[in-house]
């Protein structure tokens, strides 16, 4: 069946550090991956997304996310994180059954210490 | 200019009543959907409809309801409400034919006293 795990729960780094967010699927063919970031009282918003071709994808504020068939995983990292990215973070794989439903692990939440 | 927008942003209700909640996109998407992230996050498909036609229903109470009175409106009303209905609404659309990815709204948090 089809799933996403985000093994991390809960990641604190200091502003400018490096990040990493991990996240593993489980999908019989080639996926779609999204990862989206969801502040606090706002919806999700989109900021990269992985359909085919290069397998390290840049993203929106600085992110990007690499592919990787082998290890099934496609890990958001950034260089430099700032005080604003605080936020959830949310993989999702699709489409499903045919369809173009989305499943999404359940969540990273990512704390920035000044 | 709101891409998606969802309607009220909170809903405060006791438990029994009906009520609804709007989504409007401006994107000129085909296809638009609700979702339900619950108190840990957890987020879930409950619906999704394309050119107002239903494509998506995933196991949700038949007090679940939606309505697309056009491809730009998803609508969803609950009847007699219950506890475990509190949680987030989001609404979404996507250009599901052009294949791009979907457009969330800022979610109606609903509690139910």
């Known amino acids: 069946a089809q799933s996403v795990t985000q093994p991390d729960i809960h990641i604190t780094v200091s502003e400018g550090a490096s990040l990493e967010l991990r996240c593993n699927y489980s999908y019989g063919a080639t996926p779609y991956l999204f990862w989206y970031v969801q502040s606090p009282g706002q919806g999700l918003q989109l900021l990269l997304k992985?359909?085919?071709?290069?397998?390290l994808v840049q993203g929106i504020k600085g992110f990007e996310a690499e592919f990787k068939r082998s290890q099934s995983s496609f890990n958001l990292r950034k260089p430099s994180v700032h005080w604003s990215d605080a936020a959830e973070y949310f993989c999702a794989v699709g489409p499903i059954d045919n369809t173009d439903k989305l499943i999404f692990g359940t969540g990273t939440r990512l704390q920035v210490f000044p | 200019d709101t891409a998606v927008s969802q309607t009220p942003k909170y809903l405060v209700t006791q438990m029994g009543n009906d009520k609804s909640i709007k989504c409007e996109q401006n994107?000129?998407?085909?296809?638009m959907y609700w979702y339900k992230q619950d108190s840990k996050k957890f987020l879930k498909i409950m619906f999704s409809y394309n050119n107002k036609e239903l494509i998506i229903n995933e196991t949700v109470p038949n007090r679940f309801s939606p309505k697309s009175p056009d491809k730009a409106h998803l609508n969803l009303h609950i009847n007699s409400l219950e506890l475990g209905d509190s949680a987030v609404y989001f609404c979404?659309?996507?250009?599901?034919?052009?294949?791009?990815?979907?457009?969330f709204g800022d979610g109606t948090r609903l509690s139910i006293l």
């Open positions: 979404a659309s996507s250009d599901r034919q052009a294949n791009q990815p979907q457009h």
């Open positions: 992985y359909f085919s071709g290069d397998t």
């Open positions: 994107l000129g998407h085909d296809t």
